[in-house]
């Protein structure tokens, strides 16, 4: 089964501002129609809606802009923390949009698959890439690839850490006995998320993809987000 429910909140949070909270109350309300050991596939976009790119580019946000690449960095770092199976349209993780691509009668309508329904190719040459797009590519690699890396993202226990349905940051731990991880979203301007150093049982911590390490001070870590953007943080350990 797909997760239509909370699938809808990308919309919500990306091209319409609402809290980050919004994917957590989403996914406990959907999580409680399943057995504890089921959970339906997340996506960002598929065949059959208009396309993630699309979405952005109808609230204004420049096809290729900083702004596009970020809100799109975003979008998959949650399907990187999804505790469930997800599935990944193609392109998507090279920020595909089918805005000129598509003819006018399916602009706005989808960015889905099949040439012969006039929506875009596949993009499968790397050096075919923008910048850009390869940022995001790369980008996708590196977070994607934590799921193997911290089985605890999808076993783990899970504690949401900054909630607010007002705030524009959302926080989550996920913990066993071996491993921490804290993801933080910022779904605004450049700003600071405060957590305890308590709930993480810690006094540094270091973000996975970036190498950078946070001291905790007074016993929290006021961890320094950019704008729209997603930290991935472990214990640091030497």
């Known amino acids: 089964a797909f997760s239509f429910p909370v699938q809808q909140s990308f919309e919500r949070v990306f091209a319409e501002n609402a809290s980050p909270s919004a994917f ?42 900083e702004d596009y690449l970020n809100r799109y960095k975003e979008a998959i770092s949650l399907l990187a923390v999804y505790r469930g199976p997800v599935t990944m349209f193609y392109n998507t993780e090279i920020g595909a949009a089918c805005h000129e691509e598509c003819p006018d009668y399916l602009k706005g309508k989808t960015g889905g698959a099949g040439n012969d ?16 797009e390869r940022e995001l590519y790369d980008y996708t690699g590196k977070v994607m690839a934590l799921k193997d890396r911290y089985p605890v993202i999808c076993s ?29 979203l910022n779904n605004s301007d450049k700003s600071d998320a405060v957590i305890d150093a308590a709930d993480v049982g810690a006094d ?10 946070f ?22 350990c030497k």
């Open 24 to 65: 957590y109350r989403a996914y406990k309300a959907d999580a409680a129609n399943y057995p504890a050991y089921a959970a339906p596939n997340l996506f960002i976009d598929n065949h059959d809606m208009e396309g993630f790119g699309d979405l952005l580019t109808d609230k204004g946000i420049l096809y290729g802009s």
């Open 156 to 184: 783990g226990n899970y504690k949401a850490l900054i909630s607010d349905k007002e705030s524009q940051i959302y926080a989550a731990k996920m913990s066993d006995k071996k491993d921490c991880i804290v993801y933080i």
């Open 215 to 236: 001291r905790a001070k007074d016993g929290k870590f006021n961890i320094e987000m950019h704008k729209d953007s997603a930290r991935f943080l472990v214990k640091w």
């Open 204 to 213: 540094k911590l270091a973000d996975v993809v970036t190498g950078r390490l």
């Open 117 to 132: 329904s006039g929506r875009f190719n596949a993009v499968t040459d790397l050096s075919e890439l923008t910048d850009w």
